[in-house]
């Protein structure tokens, strides 16, 4: 019986996604060849990119002649280096709300000067910060929306006089924003979209003319772009399965129809950790995530028993990432509210237990 797996990143994918990406492993669309062994440049994979950027645009519900989507190497490790390297001309603002922005702040500052808008690292990163105000003579500003490790999400996306920037990794594609606010948005696949290996890119086309020194190709989002994001090789496998998934989206009802069942699952989840006093939850209530649910046991004599009982109904993935510590239930889009109901069980059970 597969596991019920609350895995942060490689992480869940639909099981319709696995069949058929395996299925096409061994035979692509009936062309009696694998996804794996045919020209990038064939019309089959030329399809499966189009159709991945046009999806990525449309349910995000981007208009393409605004709009473009890129297919990209390198994880948002490389995006944080990318947008400053193109865009950072002379200072941008970053909102610090967790290890993953703090790295993208330390790449940008090779490039320019970074202006720490705010900060929540006094408080090991359980809050996001408000009223703050942005002043608008940066290049940029950049966001993490929401912060895997820490289970902090922001509900309310500042306004911005500069062109805003976001990590959306963990989040993309999980509820409905107004995507227009952004200028670029980049997302690693492998937490809400797909297999490790592509890195999505969603930017305004007309920001395209302001890179802002020589940038060598490969980190060049206009030669990307010019290049219909096939500039050189790319990772053929993790787009065609980028693709599947966002047609199971679309097919699911599209990002609202999961936004509901996203908050649903958190909501249940929340509530039972936040029951009686066994587990406390990691992040300011009014910040929480519903993609990284972070909690804690409060007493840690029973963490042996707690986590025997989880390797008994099957679940996988719970362990809370060595910064917070404790446990962290990701529940992305393609879990079923059923493994999470199967978890709630389990704490329902190891309470009566101790
Ligand atoms: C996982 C994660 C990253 C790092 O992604 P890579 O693709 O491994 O570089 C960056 N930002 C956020 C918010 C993440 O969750």
């Known amino acids: 019986m597969k596991k019920h797996n609350f895995s942060a990143g490689p992480s869940i994918l639909s099981n319709e996604v696995f069949d058929k990406a395996s299925k096409s492993i061994l035979n692509f669309d009936g ?12 019309k089959e994979f030329v399809n499966v990119m189009s159709e991945s950027r046009r999806m990525a645009l449309h349910l995000l519900d981007l208009d393409e002649s605004e709009y473009t989507s890129l297919f990209l190497q390198g994880g948002a490790s490389l995006q944080f280096l990318m947008i400053a390297y193109n865009f950072l001309n002379s200072k941008a603002g970053y909102v610090d709300t967790g290890s993953w922005s703090t790295k993208a702040m330390k790449e940008a500052k090779l490039f320019g000067e970074v202006i720490e808008i705010a900060s929540s690292k006094e408080n090991n990163f359980n809050y996001i910060p408000k009223d703050y105000k942005i002043r608008d003579d940066m290049d940029y500003v950049h966001i993490t929306t929401n912060n895997t490790i820490y289970g ?17 990794s963990s989040d993309i594609f999980s509820r409905n924003l107004n995507f227009n606010e952004f200028d670029l948005i980049y997302a690693g696949a492998q937490k809400n979209i797909g297999p490790a290996g592509a890195t999505l890119v969603v930017l305004k086309k007309e920001i395209l003319e302001s890179i802002c020194r020589t940038v060598p190709s490969m980190l060049n989002y206009k030669i990307h772009f010019d290049k219909d994001s096939m500039f050189n090789t790319p990772p053929v496998f993790s787009v065609y399965a980028c693709m599947l998934s966002l047609k199971w989206l679309e097919k699911k009802g599209g990002i609202e129809v999961v936004e509901n069942l996203n908050r649903k699952k958190s909501e249940i989840l929340y509530s039972e950790i936040d029951s ?23 007493d840690e004599k029973h963490k042996d028993i707690f986590d025997k009982m989880l390797s008994e109904n099957n679940i996988s993935g719970l362990n809370g990432h060595r910064s917070v510590g404790g446990y962290r239930a990701s529940i992305y889009n393609a879990m079923d509210i059923s493994s999470v109901e199967i978890l709630i069980d389990t704490i329902k059970k190891f309470k009566n237990y101790i």
Not at 152 to 168: A, N
């Open 276 to 298: 009686d006093d066994v587990f406390s939850g990691f992040a300011n209530v009014d910040d929480r995530s519903i993609m990284n649910v972070t909690f804690n046991l409060n």
């Open 31 to 42: 062309i009696d060849l694998s996804i794996l062994e045919i020209s990038h440049r064939s």
């Open 152 to 168: 902090t999400q922001f509900h309310k996306i500042p306004e911005s006089p500069c062109p805003l920037f976001s990590d959306m």
